[in-house]
């Protein structure tokens, strides 16, 4: 059986930047493999849905002056390491305007999901290179309400 979104050469493990009027510069980790979305076109976003049972990891990190992109180098090469723990879905790293704080938006299909995605960043180590760069304050989340 192929999957459904199958790697792309020319987008496979890069980066896409984007820009949200009135929300910070971000960008997101695409062209990874997953059964649980629907194949997307290369620019989009991440698909966003309530009572899906998709667990969602909303991680503020707080960074010294200088400090935004060694983090969101960090949390690249940790994204890109995640594409081959079942069940992760996306990544999308954003920068605050400031340059004060790096958020990241991560996907997995359910908690079972999100925590082979923790046990692989533990056991790679991580979670302490991220503490090197930054203050996290992370928390795990699932939709609640699309207005659109």
């Known amino acids: 059986m192929e999957a459904p979104f199958p790697p792309n050469a020319e987008t496979h493990g890069k980066l896409e930047a984007r820009f949200a009027p009135g929300l910070a510069f971000g960008v997101s980790l695409i062209g990874a493999p997953s059964f649980a979305r629907p194949q997307r076109r290369r620019n989009e976003m991440p698909i966003i849905r309530a009572k899906t049972g998709v667990v969602t990891q909303i991680n503020v990190f707080?960074?010294?002056?200088?400090?935004?992109?060694?983090?969101?180098?960090?949390?690249?090469?940790a994204a890109i390491s995640c594409r081959t723990v079942p069940g992760w879905m996306s990544a999308s790293l954003h920068r605050s305007l400031d340059g004060s704080r790096v958020v990241n938006y991560a996907q997995a299909q359910d908690q079972a999901a999100m925590r082979r995605v923790f046990e692989h960043l533990l056991a790679n180590g991580y979670f302490d290179r991220n503490k090197a760069l930054g203050q996290a304050n992370p928390g795990l989340y699932e939709v609640a309400l699309i207005v659109e």
Not at 62 to 77: H, K, N, R, S, W
């Open 62 to 77: 707080t960074v010294p002056d200088g400090g935004q992109q060694p983090l969101i180098d960090l949390l690249q090469e």
